[in-house]
């Protein structure tokens, strides 16, 4: 099965938009259940279901419309070059909404986080793009059937079509029709997400490349999947009762979990920096003063803080630049 | 069983020695196959083989006597005060060998090697510590017999009273008498050990509390353990085959594997420093370039290098500071 026949499922034919524009707001989201490896790689099925909390504030807003010719992707009120790998990624995603090969689109994505922080910009992207071309095509289409076609994307854009918490089945079906993202119904207004913005001395590997590598060669990959199971359970269970040392320490040992069984692969694949080292043994300091604070990581150098809001203060403090959003606002 | 039980089965009795003073050297050494998993906790019996190369030149010199009255233990000149953890986890040791309570142990080290550098010091301290008193009490032991001793102050340093390559088999007895040491018979004349010195900016866990932590709540320990069986077989054909690029291959990726079923513990177990991570980032850059070096890490911040000779001066270059080690001098 291709990305094109699970279009065509949930599409049916492509038509020409009637709307002159379409426009669409996606919050990047944080895994607390990490996606880290696939059991399809063209239609991006995880080998697990993840979970995850929206990042409010931190996300894209994207505007789509059509012309004769060329696609033309502007970043940022910036264009982008049509030859680099970000719009040749687009381009190919668009191609599954092309009514007519002569059709072009033109994609305008802001992004509403620091640039260039190596945040999972991707994630809020497409997904922020679907609900763009969703309402340029007026399909109407339902929040799972946007998140499978943000799925199609990026993996992570399908947890990205909420807020709040959200939990992305793994599904068990060959077309991933069962492989979608819901939100949970649990609010946590007290909760808080510190985001650090770390600058990489060096570029890491990307997800899509880490994650083949990690399921290829890591001898832990199968402990992962195990464990992300186990994991699940808990986190759910930790939010339906608002137990937050429990969300908090499974949250981080799954992110650990998921850099050692991406270490132990080879090549081994590493995102841990040293200036997000720091960071990590401040957190342990902090929890080791009696302060609940948590951590988790994904593939790449920035570290996201857990805590609640009475912590705010302290985590100002310790952490100056942090950024703090409010997953639940009012 | 108790270590006593097992000092009991090779020495027999105890008596006072006939010598004024025994006298020991050791080198540490390098795991390339890790020991990071227990059999036994009060015999130090290994969960898996593992198999090392001495460090020429890392080592320590320990010289013996016994006296009336309580234990002194001088370290580089310096007498150790006697309720530090270092004095009293000699004392326990030497408590195994008091023939009667009233003898104390006047023990003095002389560490060659960089100090407070974090090298595992407890392998050669405790291996020259055996070998003194071997020539202190005149037992005439073998090296099986050394090496089982030298277990128990410290699993690593059963390694230590051989040079070159050794292998520390498991053994499955539970007295241990076939956990012991041996030397290997290949030589590698040209290979080479750059040592790293890393200062670490916090204090790690202490590798019998990070080993325990790992085997109880660590979802990677059994992998962990079976990829040590893989690794061990593949490391004796390399060896015997003298081909470098497996013996590197996989000797980091037996460093990174230990590394990382101890950072999936629960509490987290981390050595990797950013001080460290520069320098692997710059071992991947070499590799990439085309050079072969490899590297090591213990439960330390620092580095290990390996190589061949025809890479020294490079090594050098890109590492000032290195202290490359000959494990098979002429």
Same mark, same amino acid.
């Given at each position: 099965l291709t990305k094109r026949d699970v279009v065509r499922k949930i599409i049916g034919s492509l038509r020409l938009p009637r709307r002159d524009e379409g426009e669409g707001y996606a919050n990047t989201n944080l895994a607390l259940c990490k996606y880290w490896g696939k059991r399809d790689e063209e239609l991006n099925l995880p080998a697990t279901s993840s979970l995850s909390v929206s990042l409010t504030g931190f996300g894209s807003r994207t505007r789509v419309s059509v012309r004769e010719g060329r696609d033309r992707v502007e970043l940022n009120g910036k264009p982008v070059p049509p030859a680099s790998a970000f719009a040749r990624r687009l381009q190919d995603f668009l191609d599954l909404f092309r $009514?007519?090969? /002569?059709v072009g689109f033109v994609v305008q994505t802001e992004n509403?986080? $620091? %640039?260039? +922080?190596?945040? +999972?910009s991707s994630a809020s992207g497409f997904a922020s793009l679907v609900l763009a071309l969703n309402d340029l095509f007026g399909?109407?289409? %339902?929040g799972r059937e946007l998140s499978i076609l943000a799925r199609l994307g990026?993996? /992570? +854009? /399908?947890? /990205?079509?909420?807020?709040g918490f959200v939990i992305w089945h793994a599904g068990s079906s060959s077309d991933g029709m069962d492989s979608y993202a819901e939100p949970l119904s649990h609010r946590w207004p007290e909760l808080r997400v510190g985001v650090l913005i770390v600058r990489a001395e060096t570029k890491g590997i990307g997800s899509r490349e880490g994650m083949r590598r990690t399921a290829r060669s890591s001898p832990y990959y199968t402990s992962w999947l195990e464990k992300c199971r186990g994991d699940l359970d808990l986190l759910l269970g930790a939010i339906a009762s608002r137990d937050f040392a429990v969300l908090g320490r499974v949250s981080e040992s799954n992110a650990l979990a998921m850099h050692a069984a991406a270490l132990a692969a080879w090549p081994p694949v590493l995102y841990l920096r040293g200036a997000s080292l720091g960071g990590v043994q401040k957190v342990w300091r902090l929890r080791g003063e009696g302060h609940p604070v948590y951590f988790s990581m994904d593939a790449g150098p920035n570290l996201k803080l857990l805590f609640l809001d009475r912590l705010s203060e302290r985590i100002r403090a310790e952490f100056p630049g942090v950024r703090i959003v409010r997953p639940f606002p009012d």
């Open positions: $009514p007519e090969p /002569s509403q986080m $620091p %640039t260039g +922080a190596g945040l +999972a399909w109407g289409l %339902t990026s993996g /992570s +854009a /399908s947890r /990205s079509v909420y807020d």
